[in-house]
């Protein structure tokens, strides 16, 4: 029911950058990674712009492309906070799906994510 009424008021208006960034977590949510990508595209603002880097990152994660989730993981990490720890622990997880024998690499990229986060998220 909201991705019915919230699609067409996406497409202009003062609230359309909101609600793309809600239709793009619920496409998320629901598995539709080609269209969570979509809309991550279409997002504005940096914070905004983190989250749409972070989730289209996911996106690809779960479709097996980790050229594009690490690239995605990536600029998540330099749009700086609140994304840019989760950006980074995910990269490095998706470094370690693509290649096991990389763990050094990721335990390095483990330890610069924490050493770079709130003690919460290290």
Do not use: I
């Amino acid at each position: 029911a909201f991705r019915t009424v919230a699609s067409p008021l996406a497409a202009g208006g003062r609230y359309a950058g909101v609600l793309r960034g809600q239709l793009m977590l619920e496409a998320y949510r629901r598995g539709d990674y080609a269209r969570a990508q979509q809309l991550a595209a279409q997002v504005d603002g940096n914070e905004q712009r983190g989250l749409a880097h972070l989730v289209a990152g996911l996106a690809d994660y779960q479709a097996g492309n980790a050229a594009g989730a690490r690239g995605a993981f990536q600029r998540a990490a330099q749009a700086g906070a609140p994304y840019a720890g989760y950006a980074r622990y995910m990269e490095a997880l998706t470094l370690l799906r693509a290649d096991t024998t990389q763990t050094q690499q990721a335990l390095q990229m483990l330890e610069q994510a924490a050493g770079g986060s709130d003690a919460e998220f290290a």
